[in-house]
């Protein structure tokens, strides 16, 4: 079984910066792909980022790429996403997420998420 618990949400102006942290902890996480997954109200979730299991390999959804960063520290079993220049249409609650491989992550479809921090981009 694995767990992640997520932190770093809140209220931010547009064109700010947030980092999220996932904490994980469970079965051996050094395998999984680890990132983040995001839905909306009333939309259906969506892949935000990920990142390889060695931290080699990272991708992002179109919407997102240049503007979020994914990074993970294996030794703490710790994946981060760094937001920069925010938009009203990041608002969502945001999930960790891992999965042994990729596909199903880039599908909004991880194995294993956390409960989700609330991110709230003002115009």
């Known amino acids: 079984q694995v767990q992640l618990v997520e932190s770093g949400g809140g209220l931010v102006q547009a064109g700010g910066s947030l980092r999220l942290s996932c904490a994980g902890s469970g079965r051996t996480l050094s395998v999984y792909v680890m990132g983040w997954i995001r839905q909306a109200p009333g939309k259906e979730r969506e892949f935000v980022a990920a990142?390889?299991?060695?931290?080699?390999?990272?991708y992002y959804a179109d919407s997102v790429k240049g503007r979020f960063t994914v990074s993970r520290d294996k030794a703490k079993n710790m994946v981060y996403l760094h937001m920069n220049n925010l938009k009203p249409e990041d608002t969502a609650v945001y999930y960790c997420?891992?999965?042994?491989?990729?596909?199903?992550?880039?599908?909004?479809?991880?194995?294993?998420r956390g409960q989700g921090t609330q991110v709230s981009v003002s115009s």
């Open positions: 990142i390889s299991w060695s931290g080699g390999s990272t």
């Open positions: 997420a891992a999965d042994p491989g990729v596909r199903d992550f880039v599908r909004g479809r991880p194995y294993y």
